[in-house]
């Protein structure tokens, strides 16, 4: 994202790993990470979007 408290991509994903996380890959953008979950997802799973209201405003504007 590209507002001033965003952290970088590659500080998250080093976070996310030194949490234990098995899964993780890192997109260019909220709108492509949403692409890539929906062209991962089986029926029935369920995408979840965790972050400010930017991350959620622009998930939302992808997947709708």
Do not use: Q
Request: with cysteine.
């Amino acid at each position: 994202l590209n507002v001033p408290r965003a952290m970088s991509c590659s500080r998250l994903y080093d976070e996310l790993e030194k949490a234990g996380a098995s899964h993780i890959m890192a997109c260019e953008s909220v709108a492509s990470a949403c692409r890539s979950a929906r062209a991962e997802a089986l029926a029935g799973d369920r995408i979840v979007v965790c972050g400010s209201f930017y991350t959620v405003a622009d998930a939302w504007e992808a997947c709708v």
